[in-house]
């Protein structure tokens, strides 16, 4: 197998629903490409309820803010 055949796993964003104020919660993702991600398996804690779940293909959007940039997951893919 070449380099080409790596995967590539990244930190996106994925917004928790039922909160207050905006909340996000940084997840391990596959990058598909085109702005596109793969969230990996992983443990989503019981109390938590995601927009994105593990196993979804996400398109995603860059975000700045005061702390850093960020990738948003915006939209299923």
Same mark, same amino acid.
């Given at each position: 197998?070449?380099?080409? /055949?790596?995967?590539?796993?990244?930190?996106?964003?994925?917004?928790?629903? /039922?909160?207050?104020?905006?909340?996000?919660?940084? =997840?391990?993702? #596959?990058?598909?490409?085109?702005?596109?991600? =793969?969230?990996?398996?992983? #443990?989503?804690? #019981?109390?938590?309820?995601?927009?994105?779940?593990?196993?979804?293909? =996400?398109? =995603?959007?860059?975000?700045? /803010?005061?702390?850093? /940039?960020?990738?948003?997951?915006?939209?299923?893919?």
């Amino acid at each position: 197998m070449g380099s080409s /055949d790596q995967v590539e796993v990244v930190t996106i964003h994925v917004r928790l629903l /039922d909160e207050l104020i905006p909340v996000w919660r940084p =997840v391990k993702a #596959e990058a598909l490409g085109n702005e596109c991600f =793969v969230i990996l398996a992983q #443990e989503v804690p #019981e109390f938590e309820e995601w927009e994105f779940t593990p196993g979804e293909t =996400v398109t =995603v959007e860059a975000y700045m /803010d005061r702390t850093g /940039d960020y990738l948003k997951a915006i939209a299923r893919s």
